[in-house]
């Protein structure tokens, strides 16, 4: 595996696989890899000829500095890591790179349709951040398709949105949420997860699927079913962000006729904020447990 820091030499590099006519995939990351980084550089192995994975914790998407500076860097690691599964290059550019004129007057890029939802209302300015350096990176490296987990659902909307708005000829793949052997979505944060908190943060998971196999059953009362999710995070001693029925093609709030439906929701422990999601497509509800296993829903 090369790595390489400057967006010149990425850039001439990638071009001579371009003129051979080699497919490549871009995994964009902030670093501090886990089982499901790993999973969608595996997924983009299988579907290109060239795979490129990039670190960059990204300034622009956190709301508070201090946030930025506890994030967890682990840089010789996901090295170790990449190499092993054969990824072929690392893009590991810094701040003055990515950033040459300063954030305080970087051009941003702004997807309004489903920034102030969600993730969004308690975090203004994330999902700018996020379209803004995800299009640096498309610019960058020019990949065929790129490659996101589906555990950041919202993000990946978004990104959907802008690919087709900004007419980017990248096709934008979703990887299935991966999960801790007690069903806890992997995540670079779950490392703040203080240890007398852990036994208990499934509930966020568990409720979220209870809603989607309630939903699956029939249930169209979806207001009562956010309430009875976030009423059980609560009773162990978590705070709420969201518990969010919509539509999963739209993100809209969901409507009794809606086929494409996912149960969504954000909690907060004493020292981490945790994201999940659950998929329902009332058309195929009765899928065995395998594949509700691989997608992470139903």
Not at 70 to 79: A, G, L, S, V
Not at 148 to 173: A, H, N, T, W
């Amino acid at each position: 595996m090369l790595i390489f820091r400057s967006i010149k030499h990425m850039r001439s590099q990638l071009q001579r696989h371009r003129e051979r006519g080699q497919r490549v995939s871009l995994v964009p990351t902030m670093g501090n890899l886990h089982g499901g980084h790993i999973s969608l550089i595996e997924q983009a192995k299988a579907q290109s000829d060239i795979v490129v994975c990039s670190i960059f914790v990204n300034s622009l998407q956190f709301v508070l500095t201090e946030e930025w500076d506890k994030y967890p860097r682990t840089f010789e690691t996901d090295c170790q890591k990449l190499r092993a599964i054969g990824c072929d290059y690392l893009f590991a550019p810094d701040d003055s790179e990515m950033y040459p004129n300063g954030l305080a007057t970087q051009s941003r890029v702004v997807c309004p349709s489903f920034t102030d939802i969600l993730c969004g209302r308690s975090r203004p300015g994330h999902f700018e951040g996020v379209t803004t350096v995800v299009s640096k990176l498309f610019n960058i490296i020019q990949p065929d398709e790129s490659v996101f987990g589906l555990k950041d659902f919202q993000q990946i909307s978004v990104i959907r949105r802008m690919v087709e708005d900004m007419c980017l000829p990248i096709k934008i793949v979703g990887g299935p949420i991966c999960r801790e052997s007690d069903g806890l979505a992997m995540s670079s944060r779950n490392v703040f997860i203080r240890s007398y908190e852990r036994p208990k943060v499934t509930v966020l998971k568990e409720s979220l699927f209870e809603v989607g196999h309630c939903l699956a059953e029939g249930d169209k009362d979806f207001r009562g079913l956010e309430r009875h999710a976030s009423k059980r995070i609560k009773q162990l001693g978590f705070e709420v962000d969201y518990i969010s029925v919509r539509n999963s093609l739209t993100l809209e709030e969901a409507a009794i006729n809606d086929r494409d439906l996912i149960v969504l929701g954000a909690m907060f422990t004493k020292s981490a904020r945790l994201i999940d999601n659950f998929i329902i497509r009332l058309d195929n509800s009765r899928r065995d447990d395998s594949e509700e296993k691989k997608q992470g829903g139903l």
